[in-house]
């Protein structure tokens, strides 16, 4: 014979699963949203800059770090993103029937943050170009002769910024244009802030 479970402890189980339940579903959505609001920045950062995605080493992961760029810049966005996705939440709990309406609206949610990533990252690109709140680079180059004058220039006064690496080159800007700098012509790097 199975031991009975009072119902008062039954209920209070139940509480507990529904609880983590809901906590597991939210946390799932959140995901979602923050690692393809992070995907959209850093696709339109580089298609800005001109760089294909696929030679860039991000890890998976770093999507959802990149969305913090995007919800820095609009704080109230993200305020407005838990407040709407825990009152559709809180409705789908309580009243069955509408999940179409809600998942309409949590639907609509994807092109409001690819919007706002899109503007972000336009704001970054901007910045970028202006040279606030970059990180500007010295190269110690294997063979001199084999880069423009402009490149050796800039080097030299510590002018370079440093837009991003692949497997294979870096990317700098240089007075308004973007240079890929291969890595095997560097002996060294170094960064100045």
């Known amino acids: 014979m199975k031991p009975q479970i009072p119902k008062f402890q039954q209920e209070k189980t139940n509480e507990f699963k529904s609880f983590f339940e809901i906590l597991r579903n939210s946390i799932f959505f959140i995901a979602i ?27 998976i992961y770093s999507y959802i770090i990149y969305s913090y760029n995007v919800f820095l810049d609009n704080w109230w966005l993200l305020i407005i993103c838990i ?29 409001l943050l690819t919007l706002f990533a899109n503007n972000t990252s336009e704001n970054k690109y901007s910045s970028l170009i202006k040279g606030t709140g970059s990180k500007f680079v010295k190269f110690q180059f294997r063979d001199e002769q084999i880069f423009s004058k402009k490149i050796i220039e800039a080097n030299d006064s510590n002018k370079l910024i440093m837009l991003t690496t692949t497997r294979d080159d870096y990317y700098v800007l240089c007075k308004m244009r973007i240079y ?3 890595k095997i012509e560097i002996k060294y790097l170094s960064y100045k802030i």
């Open 33 to 59: 949203y923050l690692y393809y609001t992070g995907f959209v920045y850093v696709y339109d950062l580089y298609q800005k800059i001109g760089i294909s995605i696929n030679n860039v080493d991000i890890p």
């Open 83 to 111: 407040i709407l996705y825990f009152i559709l939440y809180i409705l789908i709990i309580k009243f069955i029937d509408i999940k179409k309406i809600i998942v309409g609206t949590l639907i609509v949610l994807f092109p």
């Open 180 to 182: 890929i700098i291969p």
